[in-house]
């Protein structure tokens, strides 16, 4: 009987043994086999982003061409201060050059009160500047703005998706609504404002309906020279200076 067991305990570790190898042999012809030189292919780099300009951080810089009400047109260009990044340079308007503040990126800029300088030769003379000059004087660049002349505060504003550029001189700073002054670029709104006043009628509630705003000074409104091809369309409007 002994001899019987310890036969069976042996058949049992032999069955178990080639199983174990059959096993290994049938996993070592499943992995594929790799050559000795095989090496790699090295990953491929991303190319090396473009390093951002002054107009990619500061789009309101370049050359705009603007018109007022009457329809009076100007070239201007606005560059950034050399020592202030959050200052830039407003050159060609009749008001003479003229600086603003950066209040809220990527181009809302604030217009403080200031003494306006002359504006810098561009080579080209506006149509506002130029009323009442002979043809043969118009070819002529330096403005005819005095040094010195003072400007109320204002606003400027440069919508990088319409391309449209829009400068107020005259209307106090909103700093809760910089558009405030610019009933273009809110008109959207104020008509939403409008169908909820109507709806709100239709149900007897008395709802007061949105104040128009009060604009004082002068409107520019124009697109940049190279800008996407969706200039500002709408009117300007100008009122007497306060």
């Not at 090295?42 to 090396?48: D, G, N, Q």
């Not at 603003?100 to 080209?124: V, W």
């Amino acid at each position: 009987m002994l001899k019987k067991n310890g036969f069976m305990k042996k058949k049992s570790l032999l069955t178990a043994f080639l199983a174990f190898a059959i096993a290994c042999v049938t996993f070592a012809q499943s992995t594929p086999e790799v050559p000795r030189n095989y090496k790699p292919a090295p990953k491929e780099l991303l190319p090396m982003p473009d390093s951002l300009t002054d107009e990619a951080i500061f789009p309101v810089l370049g050359s705009f061409n603007l018109t007022d009400k009457k329809g009076d047109a100007a070239q201007v260009t606005i560059t950034r201060d050399a020592e202030n990044k959050g200052i830039v340079w407003v050159n060609g308007l009749p008001e003479g050059k003229f600086k603003a503040f950066l209040k809220a990126s990527p181009a809302t800029y604030m217009i403080p009160a200031q003494k306006a300088l002359a504006n810098d030769e561009t080579g080209s003379t506006s149509s506002m500047e130029s009323t009442e000059t002979s043809s043969s004087t118009t070819t002529k660049s330096k403005s005819k703005v005095v040094s010195g002349r003072s400007i109320h505060e204002g606003t400027l504003i440069y919508d990088k998706d319409a391309n449209a550029l829009y400068v107020n001189i005259g209307s106090k700073f909103n700093e809760d609504n910089p558009t405030y002054v610019f009933p273009e670029m809110t008109a959207g709104a104020d008509s939403a404002a409008m169908a909820m006043t109507t709806m709100d009628e239709t149900t007897s509630k008395k709802v007061k309906k949105p104040a128009k705003p009060v604009i004082k000074g002068i409107t520019y409104t124009g697109s940049k020279i190279g800008g996407p091809s969706t200039p500002a369309t709408a009117a300007t409007k100008e009122t007497t200076m306060n």
